[in-house]
């Protein structure tokens, strides 16, 4: 018989620690952080504000630099490259959505989910039309393709923002607080379109600070003062077992 050796983890995060020099004071950001997030994961990055989670969020893109240990994603130790391996990896590996969209004003939703194909130099010119629409549409937002940012409301900006963080088909979905500027019914809408992309094979670590959405993630990584205090993983479900959805709070 031949034994089924368990995937890689596509996240390895590895004694982790970031200290910032602020005048003669070190003050430490994160603490001897180690965890491992498989494909297909949804995970809730918790805590208080101050506590680290925006710093862990920002080295797990490689925007930030670390200070000790390793990050390692889908193989590969990202902190080594080069920035400009480290950017042409992240436009190929990383969907970033951020708590104030970040949609570019003067472009329309349509182009503003383009711009990353076209940074990347993936996809045909002309496919790059048709799949920000296809993107668009399954956020919901078919009719609104030639609007600018300014034109739709704050929930359908952080949908246009969630397509273009999707458009080159990246592993990996980062959200640092992607609900935290939204109202309740948009904080909704936001989370089912999450729970869709990890039942299609995505990965998601969303760092949030609402209780009521992280008690509805399978995974929660709690941190305080910069340190790792809490990490749950999920039960695996029982045969025959059927998963209800849990009722979002915002």
């Not at 490259?81 to 104030?100: C, D, N, P, S």
């Not at 309740?184 to 992309?197: D, I, K, M, N, P």
Request: hydrophobic share 40%; proline share 7%; glycine share 10%.
């Amino acid at each position: 018989m031949t034994s089924t050796q368990p995937a890689p983890p596509l996240v390895e995060v590895a004694g982790l620690q970031r200290t910032y020099q602020v005048g003669p004071t070190q003050i430490p950001a994160l603490r001897d952080v180690s965890f491992h997030v498989a494909s297909g994961e949804f995970v809730a990055i918790v805590g208080h504000s101050g506590a680290g989670k925006s710093t862990l969020l920002n080295l797990i893109a490689g925007v930030d630099r670390l200070s000790a240990g390793s990050v390692r994603v889908d193989g590969q130790e990202i902190h080594r490259m080069r920035e400009a391996a480290r950017a042409r990896w992240r436009g190929a590996t990383l969907g970033i959505v951020f708590q104030f969209f970040a949609l570019l004003p003067t472009m329309t939703l349509l182009n503003n989910v383009m711009l990353p194909m076209e940074l990347a130099g993936k996809y045909a010119p002309g496919e790059r039309r048709e799949r920000a629409a296809a993107l668009l549409h399954q956020v919901g937002l078919a009719d609104h393709l030639h609007k600018l940012p300014s034109r739709v409301s704050g929930g359908q900006q952080q949908r246009a923002a969630i397509a273009r963080a999707i458009a080159n088909d990246p592993p990996l979905v980062l959200g640092d607080e992607p609900t935290g500027n939204l109202d309740s019914g948009s904080t909704a809408v936001v989370f089912e379109l999450f729970e869709r992309l990890v039942a299609d094979g995505k990965t998601i670590l969303m760092v949030t600070q609402d209780e009521g959405l992280a008690a509805c993630v399978p995974r929660q990584i709690e941190l305080c003062e910069g340190r790792l205090l809490r990490d749950t993983q999920p039960a695996p479900p029982a045969t025959g077992a059927v998963r209800t959805q849990p009722e979002v709070h915002a």
